[in-house]
């Protein structure tokens, strides 16, 4: 569990808990860690009523289940009948919109109310900081006694994309500096299964909590026997003020930042996949495997997915829905398909279609028709479209699902199944293999 659902259970539980399910409840701020919290409340049967965000982007899709909405949407609710619970450090100016909107009921942040508490030089915090970075210091010394000698590769965040280039780069870095035998350290347990899939053997496998100590202790200490390899800041300079002025996209950002190579290094397949299990369960090059889900990006509204399943059927596909433990697509099978069988599975399968995740990195290299589903949105605070940053060299893609979303779902199925899509994805291909 992350610090802040832990936070948000904490406040919740204090905050009379019956009260809450008693009343409707709105998070405003569409985020990972408003996400955290959704969860929290839906595992204890409380369906929030809206998230609310100021994002037209946004608005009209859907975070499990939950609609994302405009403010103004609690215009309708009163102090009797309504609660809005934020979990952000913008809560004052968030808080007043509500007030100009003429929401009386009650504010709750979900958090320090000082939010640059954790900045501050007060003596806590350096207590709090001192006792982390200790913590986090007496684990690497843990480590680099299990690793002698070893550069120590630390992927921070369990984020499969990340670890998956992290991974895909480390051979051309260790030639380049004529490094040896390194250590792997991830986060998670489905990031250690992506870094076993390129050779890793027994990655350090920690807890964010505890990853984030270790980190800590790292830029403490300045260690140089590790490299954080992760694209955004502090690890590489603050690469997102560059980003302001130059474009780099994700894939290159490993490459480039984190790693200092040439454009002429290329990136390692995964050479350590697994043959898929379920083989009697899907028809093989008819197949079509959906993925509707990822932990960055609001749900797709339902109309895009159902004309895509009908879509494909109608063309007689079999469709399916890789779960991860979610509910499937309706209209699709379920399939739980484990990290190091998902290449095989598309390959027999024959199709892939998912929203951009880390599930789409692990997929980088197979071969089938693969189709990533982007916002219509900018990466950050830089200048340039997700779409654009987080590319896929020679997938079809599939941009801007928010806008009008029942109008735009059928458009987008439209110009899939005519081909466009695919010869757009030709076309970039050629152009990334010319550079």
Not at 56 to 61: E, F, H, N, S, V
Not at 225 to 249: G, K, M
Request: aromatic share 10%; net charge positive.
């Amino acid at each position: 569990m992350t610090a802040i659902a832990q936070k948000g259970e904490e406040i919740i539980t204090d905050y009379q808990f019956k009260s809450i399910i008693n009343r409707e409840v709105f998070l405003f701020g569409h985020c990972r860690a408003t996400e955290e919290i959704a969860r929290y409340l839906l595992a204890r049967g409380v369906r929030p009523a809206a998230i609310l965000d100021n994002s037209t982007a946004k608005q009209g899709l859907a975070c499990r289940g939950v609609p994302i909405a405009p403010p103004e949407r609690i215009r309708d609710y009163t102090a009797h009948n309504s609660v809005v619970l934020i979990a952000s450090r913008f809560r004052a100016e968030m808080a007043a919109q509500l007030r100009r909107l003429g929401y009386d009921g009650e504010i709750v942040q979900l958090g320090e109310d000082n939010s640059f508490a954790e900045f501050s030089l007060s003596a806590d915090t350096l207590a709090r900081k001192t006792a982390r970075m200790r913590r986090g210091a007496a684990r690497l010394e843990q480590i680099r006694a299990r690793y002698p000698g070893r550069r120590l590769i630390i992927c921070p965040y369990n984020a499969l994309g990340d670890v998956y280039w992290a991974m895909a780069f480390l051979p051309a870095y260790r030639a380049k500096h004529g490094i040896g035998p390194t250590a792997l350290i991830v986060a998670g347990d489905a990031c250690r299964q992506v870094a076993e899939m390129f050779g890793a053997e027994n990655p350090v496998t920690l807890e964010q909590a505890d990853m984030d100590e270790l980190v800590q202790a790292v830029v403490f200490t300045r260690a140089t026997d590790c490299l954080i390899a992760h694209h955004d800041r502090p690890y590489t300079d603050d690469s997102i003020r560059w980003l302001d002025r130059h474009f780099l996209s994700f894939i290159d950002c490993y490459k480039h930042i984190v790693y200092g190579l040439d454009k002429t290094a290329a990136p390692v397949p995964p050479s350590r996949l697994a043959e898929f299990e379920q083989r009697e369960k899907i028809l093989p090059g008819r197949s079509v495997i959906l993925a509707p889900y990822a932990k960055s990006v609001a749900d797709m509204p339902a109309d895009f997915w159902r004309r895509m399943v009908a879509a494909y059927r109608r063309r007689g596909y079999a469709v399916f829905t890789n779960t991860a433990g979610r509910s499937p697509a309706a209209g699709t099978h379920s399939l739980e398909i484990p990290l190091a069988q998902i290449v095989a599975a598309a390959e027999y399968a024959g199709a892939f279609v998912g929203v951009r995740s880390g599930l789409c990195d692990v997929l980088y290299t197979a071969r089938c028709r693969k189709t990533v589903v982007f916002p219509d949105c900018y990466y950050s605070g830089t200048p340039y479209k997700v779409a654009d940053f987080f590319a896929l060299p020679g997938w079809e893609r599939i941009v801007g699902y928010q806008s009008r979303p029942r109008a735009k779902a059928a458009r987008l199925t439209a110009r899939y199944f005519s081909g466009a899509v695919r010869r757009r994805a030709d076309s970039q291909a050629e152009s990334g293999n010319s550079r």
